[in-house]
């Protein structure tokens, strides 16, 4: 049992990440095959985050904040689904520490983290991830017949 987890849907799957059962933070990452009807374990996060949001764009989950428990949290994970690999990306400078219970809205190319909590006081501002800056383009090729 535990509460403050953050759980999104991919390709069929609910994936349930993070949260805590009152005395301590988990790494956990576990999702459930709605074809199928069973849950599974996937690689967990490298450190345990309760209250974390999670977004989704792409077959790519990114845990943001978390630290219901724990004073520090010093960066977010971003998870591959198809590597099964947790991996870090950078946290806004003036967000490090303690940045729980956020509001998060993934688009197709971006996700958007909106207000939360240090533990303190409740915050007020709103970020924007950008995940697919390099986009490239290649030419179409068409068929001519006379």
Avoid: H
């Avoid at 059962?21 to 345990?48: H, L």
């Avoid at 003036?94 to 971006?110: H, P």
């Avoid at 007020?124 to 001519?144: A, H, I, M, R, W």
């Amino acid at each position: 049992a535990r509460s403050q987890a953050a759980a999104v849907a991919v390709q069929g799957r609910i994936y349930v990440i993070g949260g805590t059962d009152g005395q301590r933070e988990y790494n956990t990452c576990e999702y459930f095959d709605a074809g199928r009807a069973r849950w599974s374990s996937c690689r967990p996060m490298s450190i345990a985050r309760g209250g974390l949001g999670l977004a989704q764009v792409g077959a790519n989950l990114y845990a943001i904040g978390g630290g219901v428990t724990s004073n520090y949290i010093p960066f977010n994970e971003k998870y591959d689904v198809m590597a099964d690999r947790w991996q870090p990306f950078e946290i806004p400078v003036s967000r490090a520490g303690v940045w729980k219970n956020t509001a998060v809205a993934s688009l197709a190319t971006e996700f958007y983290v909106v207000g939360g909590s240090t533990g303190v006081e409740a915050r007020g501002e709103t970020y924007v991830y950008e995940v697919l800056t390099n986009k490239s383009f290649l030419p179409s090729l068409q068929n001519s017949t006379p």
